[in-house]
């Protein structure tokens, strides 16, 4: 049988990513990374398991989908951490 991993607890509400120094900025596209790879492994993992037992789905087309999109996600949001980070570090007043 298929388990969902435990829930989380809902993230605190985050300052607008406007209002982040660059500091809090690259934790939170840290956070956001990790979380993103997170699901991404479950995803996987259910869709090896699936294909392990001969089934396949609608929903495994869609999953698979998602995967492509997600990882350019985690690709976009490492760079924002990166240019963030060059960002403040050359700032004058770092």
Do not use: S
């Amino acid at each position: 049988m298929h388990h969902l991993p435990p829930v989380q607890p809902t993230p605190p509400a985050r300052k607008p990513l406007a209002e982040m120094t660059p500091f809090e900025l690259c934790v939170w596209f840290d956070m956001q990374i990790v979380e993103l790879d997170t699901f991404c492994h479950f995803v996987q993992g259910d869709l090896l398991r699936r294909m392990q037992r001969g089934q396949r789905t609608a929903t495994d087309d869609r999953y698979e989908q998602f995967l492509a999109q997600a990882a350019d996600l985690q690709a976009g949001l490492e760079e924002l951490r990166q240019a963030t980070e060059q960002a403040a570090l050359e700032e004058p007043n770092a």
